[in-house]
């Protein structure tokens, strides 16, 4: 195996814990459509269930890159592989909504250190000229996650039938959550063929360890380069006072923090894991029916690996800044699209199409028959009154197939737009311009305060979602999605630096002022 090849090689497996985390994202969208109506869940423990791995990896990415700094980024990557494996047991195996909110947080611990220490380890063993493709990996292996995870959940689905002994609503959910174990396997095992990060050995002293690593990785002559500058670099490092959190803060960091973090924000306040996590739900708003609710999800994580493959494609030749703002821009219009094609639905249920319902006490609605509803929340609210939460959770999807008129083209159009533009832009971008930005000295620590606050994001995002679409309709709550991307659009024009080419090394230069 050629250096490249081998550089491609150990990228690609420390970026499988991104492929998990895509898998989980993915697959609770299925999930809750069972285990919802199975354990009586409101709409807050919905919420609950489903951000609960955000909501742990917030934590797991304030510490994991500290961490990581002591005892390294392979071991630590080895232990979250661990709890992978764990939380897909655990979750398959949940008899109660408490117990699988726990597996969940277990889950989430490793979601969190794997997307901070990926990034990390990648652009430590990568050159200039190929770290963006690189670190990208983690988002390809991301939305390889989500296509695994809609398309299985789409077979699932498709099995799960009345004639099915095997496959059942009251355990379908299971297996769709437990299939998590065997990729989470294969993650920790191949593990334990990747090298130390060479820049971490040298931070700990071991230069001839080190030297082997980037010597294997990059070649003789060009390893040697790589070498001279990380030597450098170390030595002026060691100059210095040991590091504390508050050194983040201080006014030389003060610009590479603020992009950061307006970076960090943007990526999971525009509704990008509201969307993933909840994509069968919003499909099945649509009126188009839950199976059609689900090969969507396949449709949609296609998209999402295609460009994808478009930003590692791009992001070394144009650059970063061009693709997030072209990306953030996109977004916007399509969330903004997404809002008008909803704000122009109604709502009917006539006779016939309540006599066709294959749910209990369908029959209760007949005197709602042909009654007009200008917006989604009148419409559940009053079925919800009648049916009750659980009939209504497990029927929801034949229920707005038979009342929806709605342009669900437009939507579809909207919500591909938007899973597009955020592919190939805010999805990888982010980290790969957080795995530049900071000197080595506060990598670990810089990337886990900002991906804290984007997973804290994200974990909100995610918990109120359900109350949003219950309460403020889909319209609205896509519109306030979309003027948010507008404006950190805006925002961006004017902060956002270029690093396309440049060494880590001279990064810090750049960037940092003395």
Known sequence: MNNKAYTIFISFIVALGGFLFGFDAGIISGVMSFAGPEFDLSEIQSGWVVSAPSFAAMFAMLFSGRLSDVIGRKKTLIFVAFLYAIS??????ASSYEMLYVARIIGGIAFGAALVLAPIYIAEISTAENRGKLVSLQQLNIVFGFFAAFLSNYFFNKYNTSESTFLTDENVWRWMLGVEFIPAVGYFIFLFFIPKSPRWL????????AKIVLNKIHGTERGEEEIAAIEKN???EKNKEALKIKDILKSSLRFILVVGLIVGVLQQITGINAVYFYATSIFKQTGIGTDAAFSSGVLLSSISVIFTFVAIYLIDRTGRRPLLLFGTAGIAVSLLLCAYGFNQATYQLSA??????????SQKLLPFADKVYNNDIDFKNDVKAILGNKIYSKNDGAILEAATMINATLILIGIL???ACFAFSLGPVMWVLLSELYPLKYRGLAIGIIA???????SLVQLVFPWELSNLGNALTFFIFGIIAL???????????ETKGKSLEELELELVKS
């Open 417 to 419: 737009g938007f899973i």
């Open 352 to 361: 016939e199409k309540i006599n066709q319902l294959e749910c209990p006490d």
């Open 487 to 497: 404006v950190g659009f805006f925002v961006l024009v004017k902060i956002l630096p």
């Open 88 to 93: 897909a047991v655990l979750s398959a195996m």
């Open 202 to 209: 040298y931070l700990k002293g071991n230069f001839e360890e």
């Open 452 to 458: 804290f606050i984007n997973s804290f994001i994200s």
């Open 234 to 236: 170390i030595h002026a």
